[in-house]
């Protein structure tokens, strides 16, 4: 009986004991995976803080470059109101209904005299309302007279005018905002791709055995006149120009042919 208590009394201390030692070993494992938690929570925290950095710093570049492409788009529109590009319309006093032309003027033709072995090669588009400063001062000096249409009644047709001979050749200033390059092409009625066609006519310069030489010049096919202007007083003349074949390719050139012309712009 005395062994049976004892027994019991020092096995009950033993799983005492045991009990115990299991019991602070798991609350020491508890308190490490605490510390572990934490630590971990503390390196997240800390990203995270990072992270909120990068995102504020990419949130004040976005700022930034929406900015600066607001100055970008604005430098561009501004480039674009002073950009563009001008020719003459030749022989009408409108420009051509493409798309952003507008008239800057018109006005009448004008250029050196015929017989003239000097002066200017270029034909000019005059300005109806001069503005005159210092004259009657004397001197040498060149004339500017107007331009009158030759020999030209079966080549246009009558859409503008009756009759052509001796009538005033008038001409429009146009701008072009949205394209910036302009070029004649002589013996072509159509432009090159990605060019657009602002009209078509036919190539003009001064008669070849008159002194006074004149630059081709792309007259509309469907020409307008001077009011009031028929009176053979000449001036600067303006013939048609005709293929000569020989050291002209012909083909694809014809002989006698009018020379047809495209304005284009891009």
């Given at each position: 009986?005395?062994?049976?208590?004892?027994?019991?009394?020092?096995?009950?201390?033993?799983?005492?004991?045991?009990?115990?030692?299991?019991?602070?070993?798991?609350?020491?494992?508890?308190?490490?995976?605490?510390?572990?938690?934490?630590?971990?929570?503390?390196?997240?925290?800390?990203?995270?803080?990072?992270?909120?950095?990068?995102?504020?710093?990419?949130?004040?570049?976005?700022?930034?470059?929406?900015?600066?492409?607001?100055?970008?788009?604005?430098?561009?529109?501004?480039?674009?109101?002073?950009?563009?590009?001008?020719?003459?319309?030749?022989?009408?006093?409108?420009?051509?209904?493409?798309?952003?032309?507008?008239?800057?003027?018109?006005?009448?033709?004008?250029?050196?005299?015929?017989?003239?072995?000097?002066?200017?090669?270029?034909?000019?588009?005059?300005?109806?309302?001069?503005?005159?400063?210092?004259?009657?001062?004397?001197?040498?000096?060149?004339?500017?007279?107007?331009?009158?249409?030759?020999?030209?009644?079966?080549?246009?047709?009558?859409k503008n005018a009756a009759?052509?001979?001796?009538?005033?050749?008038?001409?429009?200033?146009?701008?072009?905002?949205?394209?910036?390059?302009?070029?004649?092409?002589?013996?072509?009625?159509?432009?090159?791709?990605?060019?657009?066609?602002?009209?078509?006519?036919?190539?003009?310069?001064?008669?070849e055995s008159h002194a006074?030489?004149?630059?081709?010049?792309?007259?509309?096919?469907?020409?307008?006149?001077?009011?009031?202007?028929?009176?053979?007083?000449?001036?600067?003349?303006?013939?048609?120009?005709?293929?000569?074949?020989?050291?002209?390719?012909?083909?694809?050139?014809?002989?006698?042919?009018?020379?047809?012309?495209?304005?284009?712009?891009?």
């Amino acid at each position: 009986m005395f062994c049976k208590v004892v027994c019991f009394s020092i096995f009950g201390s033993i799983f005492l004991s045991l009990a115990h030692s299991q019991d602070e070993d798991a609350i020491t494992k508890l308190q490490n995976a605490v510390l572990v938690l934490q630590h971990r929570v503390s390196v997240t925290e800390a990203q995270l803080e990072k992270t909120q950095t990068r995102l504020t710093q990419a949130d004040v570049k976005l700022q930034q470059a929406e900015m600066n492409a607001a100055a970008l788009k604005t430098q561009l529109t501004t480039l674009k109101d002073n950009s563009g590009t001008t020719f003459v319309h030749w022989g009408r006093t409108s420009c051509p209904g493409t798309p952003s032309t507008t008239l800057v003027y018109s006005g009448a033709v004008g250029g050196t005299h015929y017989t003239s072995q000097g002066g200017a090669a270029d034909y000019v588009c005059l300005h109806p309302n001069p503005q005159w400063n210092k004259y009657g001062q004397g001197g040498t000096s060149s004339g500017m007279y107007g331009t009158e249409y030759q020999d030209l009644d079966n080549l246009f047709g009558t859409k503008n005018a009756a009759k052509f001979l001796d009538n005033d050749v008038v001409c429009a200033v146009c701008h072009v905002a949205s394209r910036s390059s302009q070029i004649m092409i002589p013996a072509r009625r159509e432009c090159q791709p990605g060019w657009t066609k602002e009209y078509e006519g036919y190539l003009m310069t001064s008669y070849e055995s008159h002194a006074g030489k004149k630059l081709f010049t792309c007259v509309d096919e469907n020409p307008e006149v001077a009011r009031g202007s028929f009176e053979d007083k000449n001036g600067a003349l303006m013939y048609r120009v005709i293929a000569q074949c020989g050291s002209l390719q012909c083909p694809n050139y014809v002989q006698g042919r009018e020379l047809t012309c495209v304005v284009c712009t891009k």
